[in-house]
């Protein structure tokens, strides 16, 4: 039976990014929420005066068994959701269930949404109103076709349609912009000024605020992540929203749709799409005002204006829709001051091209491009040891791996130091170090300690 609108929902994941992500989900569906990066602190919060109304739990953590603490709620009579990327199958599921107690299983990766249905569900929460899919303003698109991000770098807010069906633009007044970075005068607002006010860290969204269009809220600092873990936890909860990362006065957001990346925006001038192309070589520099004046005076954006001047094709359109979106994001990649944020804001247009780039080769080749010889020489000190992550979020054959590539993870297994491995590999020293460091930071290899501990005594069968 539903006892209430909202809940107080305690997360326990020692993914840091995954742990964040998972309570802005929450947050966003009206609940608090609190995460717990270990089974020691989950065991804290339970102590005396705490109320919880559930409970999500990672049966790996790194300190003690994710079962000892489904065992503590159930003592505590806090219902519990479990979940685990190591332990899979309908065994583990029915352990988890008819052993420990847990209301209900889900193996790495899940649909985040799924699993904060069963969280509710488990909390006696009544289900909370679903905001509406995406707008399909093109009648002649399919309804899950999503905006191209070409002009969403610089593009105004859409405004209500005209008679004749065609989506027209208008301006936001220049007291609703973002703050611009110094070269603002080839900047324009984004399509996301608004939220900027809310850009702040926010108590929890009371009961009332159920099933409106989620806000932003101040997840944390990039000194604590990269940017690379948080497209993983995307990745591996599958989840649909916004991903906004500030620096200075330098904004960007990235959107995903079942944890692909479908386009990113950014309040930079020079990376609008027509100053992208210029720099790609598809753009005449002399013919970039005639290509902006040509979309405005027909409303249209600039690579449908440069596909109409016969400048570019559709399908080299959409090539350099994608690269462009990944340079977004690699300008992001050496970041370590600035703030991230989530929103479960999903796309509200549907009349454009539709992109999917895949994080993981995203991350690989983002670090090949952005990673200097010194950086990762620095990063991957001789010394270190990697090993395979028990629990990675992409599974190695989702990864576009060369043959030296591919054979280097292989010699990755814990027995041999960074040094050994570049006297192995045919890759030259870049390679085989960017190679490495993507690795890492994609959560497939990792640096463990020299203790040993629970996490790691884990045979895999073998």
Do not use: C
Not at 116 to 144: C, F, I
Not at 296 to 316: F, Q, V
Request: no cysteine.
């Amino acid at each position: 039976m539903f006892r209430a609108a909202m809940a107080r929902l305690l997360i326990v994941e020692d993914n840091h990014e995954l742990a964040s992500l998972i309570v802005s989900a929450a947050q966003a569906r009206g609940h608090e929420a609190r995460a717990a990066y270990t089974g020691e602190a989950a065991l804290e919060a339970l102590g005396p005066g705490s109320k919880w109304d559930a409970a999500l739990v990672d049966l790996l953590l790194p300190d003690i068994r994710g079962s000892e603490v489904l065992a503590a709620l159930r003592a505590h009579s806090i219902p519990s959701v479990a979940v685990s990327g190591v332990y899979k199958g309908d065994r583990f599921a029915q352990e988890a269930v008819q052993v420990h107690g847990a209301r209900a299983f889900f193996a790495k990766p899940f649909e985040l949404n799924a699993v904060m249905d069963a969280l509710e569900e488990a909390g006696g929460v009544a289900p909370a109103p679903r905001a509406p899919p995406p707008v399909d303003e093109a009648k002649d698109t399919p309804s899950d076709e999503l905006l191209d991000d070409e002009d969403l770098i610089v593009l105004e807010e859409l405004a209500p349609e005209t008679e004749d069906g065609d989506a027209s633009l208008h301006t936001v007044p220049e007291s609703e912009a973002l703050p611009q970075p110094d070269d603002a005068e080839h900047a324009l607002p984004l399509p996301f000024q608004r939220r900027e006010k809310v850009w702040s860290a926010t108590a929890s969204p009371s009961a009332s605020s159920r099933g409106k269009l989620p806000e932003w809220t101040l997840a944390g600092e990039l000194k604590d992540t990269s940017v690379a873990r948080l497209l993983n936890a995307y990745y591996e909860a599958r989840h649909h929203g916004e991903l906004k990362l500030k620096q200075g006065s330098v904004l960007k957001v990235v959107y995903f749709e079942a944890g692909r990346i479908v386009y990113a925006a950014s309040n930079l001038g020079q990376e609008r799409f027509g100053r992208f192309s210029v720099r790609r070589g598809v753009l005449p520099e002399s013919r970039l005002a005639e290509v902006a004046a040509y979309a405005k005076e027909h409303g249209l954006r600039t690579g449908e204006a440069m596909m109409r001047l016969g400048l570019m094709d559709a399908e080299r359109r959409r090539q350099l829709l994608e690269e462009q979106v990944k340079e977004i994001l690699w300008s992001t990649f050496t970041w370590t001051e600035g703030q991230y944020g989530f929103s479960a804001m999903r796309p509200q247009r549907a009349d454009l091209v539709k992109l999917s780039v895949f994080p993981g080769d995203l991350v690989l080749e983002g670090v090949e491009k952005t990673e200097t010889l010194v950086a990762l020489r620095q990063r991957m000190s001789p010394s270190r040891r990697l090993f395979p992550t028990a629990d990675p979020p992409y599974g190695l054959h989702e990864l576009k791996l060369q043959g030296p590539q591919a054979l280097l993870l292989a010699y990755a297994d814990g027995s041999k130091t960074v040094e050994d491995l570049l006297a192995l590999t045919d890759l030259s020293e870049r390679q085989a170090l960017a190679t490495l460091r993507g690795l890492e930071l994609l959560g497939v290899l990792e640096e463990r300690p020299e203790a040993p501990s629970r996490r790691h005594r884990i045979s895999f069968g073998l």
